[in-house]
């Protein structure tokens, strides 16, 4: 009977189906951690211990699964914990490609754990199905990550016409559809092999549950990595939450629908408005991926838009403080409707407009929620011209704008390196090209930037007019330091003239211990004492730059006392 019923009725009655028992029509919430086994010490039920499954994730998952015409379904804590487990079903050294505009929570997950566990992160503009085809590396890469539309800016991606590059090249494709739910668009259906959903937003809906989910297109060795790694990381979901998400499932398609009819009506009222530069949503003719957009997205574009602000950082944060209807907070696809600058809670590492505001648009009367932004928009000068513009903002830059092969090495960089190098806390650009050598300055934590070695051969794969690559941090190359002589005296030397310059923009600083029979000592003080990139600053970033400058040094120790730390990672400078 399910294969004739619409998804709508079949997420109205969560699946239609009926407690045999006693004919309960809510499905019965399933506390128990763990299952008795039988005399003969078999497992008469097929469970043994909750952290595998629950019979109250089998309903949830059934439905979702169902919803996205997937073989099955996994629930997980949150979406990330479902996010990363596909990533770590992977295996060090696997080459993989990511969408560039995505969740910053990803982003920074593989910039900081992915990148350093082993996994070979490129991203590429999925928007542009050229571009992936140049960058999958025939027989290495095995998974591209796409996000449709994709946060915060909304770019769409054709999946029907990438799925075909990826299956191609035998790469399987990942698709995050937080933001168009099934509702709007299914990705199985245009060939994805795995959907990836944050459950917390659009599918719970009410801004009360936390969990993930990843939906498979057919049971492969990869679903059941997928699943044995939820298994046996603990990643899972509780059993009340996982019944709140399926209580939410059932109002899935009246809550996607409004949300995207009052998106659609507040992006035509603002746009063009005179102290919006711009508004960026798919549903709008002008935007860049429209007609992609409106030939794969059914019944509307999300619940999801942003609004870049004229006047800057400032006025947008102005306008985010006077709203009195919207709510300043982060997440998205709740009942309610949330404001919020995203800037602002990613960082500097963000490459998201300081300008631009996040709306993520609830169930109000929309007329409150345009009366709401009108408000807060009166209080900015109006500029007598509003230039518009739809690219965030780059973060690199070069001394040799006018030299074709300075251009590509730049282009290269922004496509392969320099995100990740961001969302671990660095920067590097082009100082230089003579030669066909490229020099590089890099700037940030030491262990932001990645080996020259890897730079260079994604650099050199990209662009074969290059001979070779340099990289120099700060101000230029350092001055020389004697190789011989006190070893302590002369790390001390590279740690106050090469190092903390750079730690100290961390409100941070490396310290030297001691140095005993090779092994060096470290102590971080400050902002780096607390951080989560401390390990790989250590271990990726001094500890490499030392060893290649002495090789009597046969270990770089960190003996700092984290947890008496009174300057935490976790601060608006640091995020």
Same mark, same amino acid.
């Given at each position: ?415 392969? @390196?320099? $995100?990740?190098?961001? +969302?671990?806390? =660095?920067? *590097?650009?082009?100082?230089? /090209?003579? #030669? %066909?050598? !490229?020099? &590089? ?57 090469? @190092?903390? $310059?750079?730690?100290? +923009?961390?409100? =941070?600083? *490396?310290?030297?211990?001691? /140095?005993? #029979? %090779?092994? !060096?000592? &470290? ?53």
């Amino acid at each position: 009977m399910r294969n004739t019923l619409s998804p709508e009725t079949l997420a109205a009655q969560a699946l239609g189906d009926v407690d045999p028992v006693y004919g309960a029509l809510v499905p019965p919430i399933h506390l128990s951690t763990t299952y008795e086994r039988g005399p003969d010490g078999a497992y008469r039920s097929g469970r043994a211990y909750t952290r595998a499954d629950n019979p109250t994730y089998d309903h949830a998952e059934q439905l979702l699964a169902t919803l996205e015409a997937g073989a099955g379904c996994a629930l997980f804590a949150s979406g990330n914990a479902a996010a990363t487990a596909v990533f770590q079903s992977l295996l060090p050294g696997d080459h993989v490609l990511v969408a560039r505009v995505l969740y910053w929570g990803i982003r920074k997950w593989l910039a900081e754990f992915a990148v350093s566990w082993g996994l070979d992160v490129e991203f590429v503009d999925t928007a542009d199905p050229a571009a992936v085809a140049a960058a999958i590396r025939p027989g290495r890469t095995r998974l591209l990550w796409l996000e449709t539309p994709a946060n915060p800016t909304w770019e769409i991606t054709d999946l029907a016409a990438v799925v075909k590059i990826a299956h191609a090249a035998d790469v399987r494709v990942a698709v995050d559809n937080t933001v168009a739910t099934p509702v709007l668009t299914r990705p199985i259906e245009l060939g994805a092999d795995l959907v990836v959903h944050s459950a917390t937003k659009y599918l719970n809906g009410h801004s009360d549950v936390l969990a993930g989910a990843v939906v498979t297109a057919r049971r492969d060795p990869f679903w059941e990595r997928i699943r044995s790694w939820r298994r046996n990381a603990g990643g899972v979901v509780g059993a009340f939450e996982a019944w709140l998400l399926q209580r939410g499932m059932r109002t899935l398609f009246l809550r996607v629908r409004r949300s995207s009819e009052t998106a659609l009506t507040l992006a035509h009222h603002f746009d063009g408005h005179p102290t919006v530069t711009t508004v960026l949503y798919p549903g709008l003719p002008s935007h860049p991926g429209h007609a992609i957009a409106a030939r794969q997205m059914t019944g509307g574009f999300g619940g999801m838009l942003s609004i870049r602000i004229a006047g800057g950082e400032e006025q947008a944060m102005a306008v985010a403080a006077a709203v009195r209807i919207f709510k300043r907070a982060t997440s998205l696809g709740g009942v309610e409707s949330l404001i919020e600058a995203r800037r602002s809670v990613e960082g500097p590492s963000s490459s998201v407009p300081a300008d631009l505001l996040r709306l993520s648009i609830g169930l109000e009367a929309p007329e409150d929620l345009i009366a709401d932004l009108e408000g807060a928009l009166s209080a900015i000068p109006r500029p007598a011209t509003v230039a518009s513009s739809r690219t965030v903002e780059g973060v690199t830059g070069t001394g040799t704008a006018d030299s074709d092969l300075a251009a590509a090495v730049k282009a290269a960089l922004d496509r392969s @390196v320099t $995100p990740t190098i961001i +969302a671990r806390g =660095g920067a *590097v650009r082009v100082a230089d /090209v003579a #030669d %066909g050598i !490229v020099t &590089l300055r890099a700037t940030g934590s030491p262990g932001a930037t990645l080996a020259a070695e890897a730079i260079e051969a994604l650099v050199r794969a990209a662009v074969p007019k290059v001979a070779g690559v340099r990289v120099v941090w700060q101000d230029g190359e350092p001055a020389p330091v004697s190789a011989t002589g006190d070893l302590a005296e002369r790390v001390r030397r590279v740690l106050e003239d090469e @190092v903390n $310059p750079a730690v100290a +923009a961390h409100r =941070g600083h *490396v310290a030297l211990v001691g /140095v005993l #029979d %090779g092994r !060096v000592q &470290l102590r971080l003080e400050g902002g780096c004492q607390g951080c989560s990139l401390a390990e790989v600053t250590v271990r990726q970033g001094i500890e490499r730059l030392l060893r290649a400058r002495f090789g009597e040094i046969v270990a770089v120790v960190d003996v700092t006392d984290h947890e008496a730390g009174s300057n935490p990672f976790y601060t608006p400078e640091k995020r």
